[in-house]
């Protein structure tokens, strides 16, 4: 009897709730739930599950449950949504799921937890209050509050929403470890809340809670081209905080905000997100968040109007210090000037500790180049900036000392860009290297992808771009963390796939995407810098750029199979098409960017945004149908098909095969989102083939272009033409900057360009894909998404002895390795528990080593194998 069979079926591990590890603050009334399947049987197919919720985690375990039992059913999914009674609010809630294979049935799962926050508007307590200077003070303001624990506490929750940024503390003690938080969002329509258990900050007897806001993107003081400063949201910070303690005897307490909090101004005397913080230490006003300090002096708090009326729960991975990083070298330039390299350019801040006389200013200028003479230079990365006077220096933190010994210094609301760190000072003052430490910020996603190849400037680039996506990640995409930190839609959907092959980047996408809708216009007009204040309807958001609300969506349902952000995007996406489709009947757009900063030549603008129309009505006519729309599947099916038509009768010459004059983008672009006629295919594949060529086997393209140009090539045939583009070391090319040092990827091809020229910029990453996809061959199927089943077409290309890419999607790690030995490729791939696997290659005879009895068909020139899930090892021979 089978279900007798002794093999064993894992317990599901990697238990997440709205993919977090027990998230608090759920308030989603249908929270999601996902696992994954850890087995050595390579054979293991998930036939069905079981969830059990409840509120006791014994009982729980146990399979028994007071809130909700899904029963068995039947199914592979690992993705499932609550389907029990309504959820209560401020509620802690354990989960465990079991499942079925062929073979057996697994113990139940060790329970994971999720708590739920407000869940409802009525449900907040506290007043917003803020203190009564206005929004041009610069000090930022403390507030603290003291109160009594007078019984054993159980657990105590603390939630802040907050317009601007903020530090939680308790008791002196800073509350969890976000920075940054809460992340940007369009604040006069959606703020976020966060959630903390406080239970061990408390004691019993005196308490006292305090909090230091900062101005973030809400009360933006510097002045640039995107008008920041001149937001409708824009005010002083404020915020509103419950703190819900629950005693021991199970009654309940809650602590708010009121005008009975006492305020006072911080040595943070100013702070911007865009530039920097300034900081006198003689304003220290030791243990103030604590209970022993003297207040008498600071003055009531001021209740004001919440910043909007939706203030919802925050879950995402917050931004936090990543890593420290020690100075290469320190060049001191007299003994008031020294200047630190730290050996690569991030995203984040320092840490200083300096010993000086009192009242000494210290400057700290940040900047990703020096100039001939050993001094920063921030000319590549300050030319958007508009100020006013020169109280607030571009990327310059000040830090006035008090006199005491070692002193340090780290600034709390602002984050730049940089490799090198000038730091004068107004007295002599002695520095060595060890104090200034750099310090990278970036949400905290969590790496879920590798690549390991024969090629080391290969392997620089990978961490190079991966480097600028991270940099580029602060709670939503921006174009550079240095010049603008604006949420730039183009180079965000450029470079989305390379995200979500690395990084765990679901729960940012999403709220994005929900910034995205809060500020779509009535007739469907999105911005191209998201969020704003206003910058970006009139400018750059063509389909070429504001495409994010159809190819982000898409990109997170392929990578997690999970439609519910196409859902909730389905209407934006829809009133996008449509008011595209109104504007321009002939299915013909010019509308956007073109292919921005391009090497040499400059496809037509008409072309590429209108390829990108197409790409957003077929989306969305899949998404229909993936909905179950049907009307829409063929209503947006038609257009895509017009769209696709009308780009050809005007640029695709059918008896040449060449699109317009035969670029690398007008050719590529075509073949990759896939509107060539079949027959004329070979002759455009062809043209491209010999237009790189023409080009020396280089790029020559844009933006736009670098999606497309690679995999055009690798998708057509010619694989090792992409790898050779993709391996230049001379200009134009990626390998050109890492042969020059670059540890993040430049915004502009020429290394002494004259414009566009941060050195932080992801809108070139699409090759960090392009990796994964083409020489790791390691692709989602999009009929069964989330990597369920996997599409392997690895390409073992001239030029690599070996190669690794590794990705952990849903149901497990994904390993697509080979390795070239005389003429004989070996290769291993791993597929994951519960999914299967396609592989594809175009060789002579492939044996199978691993002795798996892996299904194969072969056609004399392919061979396709099926996979089950297991390791499985393959000899070829071409
Ligand atoms: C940004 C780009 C962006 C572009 C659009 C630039 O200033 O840095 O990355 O896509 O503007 O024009």
Redesign the pocket.
């Known amino acids: 009897m089978e279900g007798c069979k002794k093999v064993q079926v894992h317990v599901p591990e990697g238990l997440r709730c709205e993919y977090l590890n027990s998230p608090l603050g759920v308030d989603t009334h249908t929270p999601r739930f996902t696992w994954r399947i850890n087995s050595e049987d390579s054979t293991m197919m998930q036939e069905g599950y079981r969830l059990f919720v409840g509120t006791d985690s014994a009982q729980v375990a146990a399979g028994k449950t007071n809130v909700w039992d899904s029963h068995k059913i039947t199914g592979a999914s690992s993705l499932v949504s609550y389907e029990g009674d309504s959820l209560k609010p401020f509620t802690k809630y354990y989960w465990s799921v079991q499942i079925w294979s062929q073979h057996a049935q697994s113990p139940i799962s060790k329970p994971a937890s999720f708590e739920t926050g407000m869940m409802r508007m009525k449900n907040w307590q506290g007043q917003w209050i803020t203190d009564s200077a206005d929004v041009k003070t610069k000090p930022a303001p403390y507030f603290r509050h003291p109160f009594q624990v007078s019984k054993k506490v159980k657990s105590a929750k603390a939630y802040v929403a907050v317009a601007g940024l903020y530090e939680l503390s308790i008791n002196g003690q800073k509350v969890g470890d976000h920075i940054l938080d809460p992340m940007y969002t369009r604040f006069d329509k959606r703020n976020l809340y966060v959630t903390y258990d406080i239970t061990s900050h408390l004691k019993n007897g005196d308490n006292v809670v305090g909090v230091l806001l900062g101005n973030g993107w809400y009360n933006h003081q510097s002045t640039a081209v995107w008008n920041f400063d001149k937001a409708g949201w824009r005010n002083r910070p404020r915020f509103c905080l419950d703190i819900r303690i629950t005693y021991d005897d199970n009654t309940t307490e809650t602590i708010t905000t009121t005008p009975e909090w006492k305020t006072s101004l911080s040595p943070v005397i100013f702070n911007s997100i865009y530039t920097a913080e300034h900081y006198d230490a003689n304003k220290e006003q030791p243990g103030w968040d604590t209970p022993s300090f003297n207040d008498v002096r600071w003055h009531a708090a001021l209740a004001v109007a919440a910043p909007s009326a939706l203030i919802v729960s925050q879950q995402l991975q917050p931004v936090r210090a990543i890593e420290e990083i020690k100075p290469k070298n320190l060049v001191k330039l007299s003994n008031k000037k020294y200047v630190f390299d730290l050996g690569r350019n991030i995203a984040g801040i320092c840490r200083i500790t300096v010993s000086g006389s009192k009242g000494t200013h210290l400057r700290l200028k940040h900047a990703e180049v020096l100039d001939g003479t050993g001094n920063v230079n921030m000319s590549n990365i300050d030319v958007?900036y508009r100020p006013t006077d020169d109280t607030d220096p571009f990327q310059t933190d000040i830090f006035i000392l008090s006199g005491k010994k070692n002193e340090t210094f780290s600034p709390r609301f602002n984050y730049k860009g940089f490799q090198y760190v000038e730091v004068t000072s107004d007295q002599p003052v002695s520095l060595t290297r060890e104090s200034l430490t750099g310090i990278s910020l970036h949400s905290d996603v969590t790496s879920v992808g590798s690549i390991t190849s024969s090629n080391d400037m290969i392997n620089k680039l990978w961490q190079a771009t991966n480097n600028s996506y991270l940099a580029n990640l602060f709670g939503y995409p921006t174009?550079?963390p240095q010049?603008?930190k604006?949420g730039?839609?183009?180079?965000a959907h450029i470079a989305s796939e390379t995200g979500l092959y690395n990084f765990d980047g679901i729960t940012i996408y999403e709220k994005w995407l929900a910034d995205h809708r809060d500020e779509q216009q009535p007739d469907g007009v999105l911005p191209?810098?998201i969020p704003t204040a206003g910058w970006g309807y009139e400018?750059?958001n063509g389909p070429d750029?504001t495409s994010t609300i159809a190819i982000i969506p898409w990109n997170v349902y392929l990578f997690y199979g999970d439609k519910k952000l196409l859902a909730d995007c389905y209407d934006n996406i829809k009133r996008y098409v449509d008011h595209i489709a109104e504007k321009n009947p002939n299915g013909l757009t010019d509308w956007g960017?073109g292919d921005?900063?391009p090497v040499k030549s400059v496809t037509p603008k008409e072309l590429t945004s209108s390829l990108y129309y197409y790409a957003d009505a077929s989306i969305l006519a899949r998404a229909a149908k993936i909905l179950d729309k049907a009307d829409d599947a063929e209503k947006y099916s038609q257009l895509s098909k017009k769209i696709a038509q009308a780009i050809n009768d005007k640029y695709l010459h059918k008896d040449t095969g060449l699109y317009g004059t035969g670029l690398q983008t007008e050719l590529s672009a075509p073949l990759f989102w896939g509107i060539v006629p079949d027959e004329i295919k070979s002759k455009v594949v062809a043209n491209l083939v010999k237009r790189v060529h023409e080009d020396d086997d280089h790029i020559d393209v844009g933006?736009l272009g670098t999606k497309t140009i690679l995999n055009a090539l690798s998708e057509n045939g010619h694989a090792d033409l992409a790898y050779k583009v993709a391996a230049q070391e001379t200009f134009p090319s990626w390998g050109y900057w890492i042969k020059n040092g670059a540890t993040t990827l430049f915004?502009n091809w020429p290394i002494d360009a004259k414009s566009?020229i941060?050195r932080n910029?992801i809108?070139f990453g699409e090759i960090g894909a392009w990796l994964y996809k083409s020489p790791g061959g390691l692709k989602p199927d999009p009929d069964q998404p989330g990597f369920k089943h996997i599409l392997l077409q690895p390409h073992f290309v001239e030029g690599l002895d070996y190669f690794t890419a590794k990705h952990t999607s849903p149901y497990g790690e994904i390993v697509s390795s080979w390795r070239r030995v005389d003429k004989k490729i070996y290769y291993t791939t791993i597929v994951p528990p519960n999914s299967t696997a396609t592989l594809e290659l175009n060789a002579k005879s492939v044996e199978e080593l691993s002795k798996n009895n892996a299904i194969t068909s072969n056609d004399g020139e392919h061979t396709t194998i099926q996979l089950a899930s297991g390791k499985h090892v393959f000899e070829i021979v071409f």
């Open positions: 958007h174009d550079c010049r603008e604006n730039w839609t183009g180079d191209s810098i400018w750059g750029w960017l921005w900063v933006l915004e566009d941060s910029h809108m």
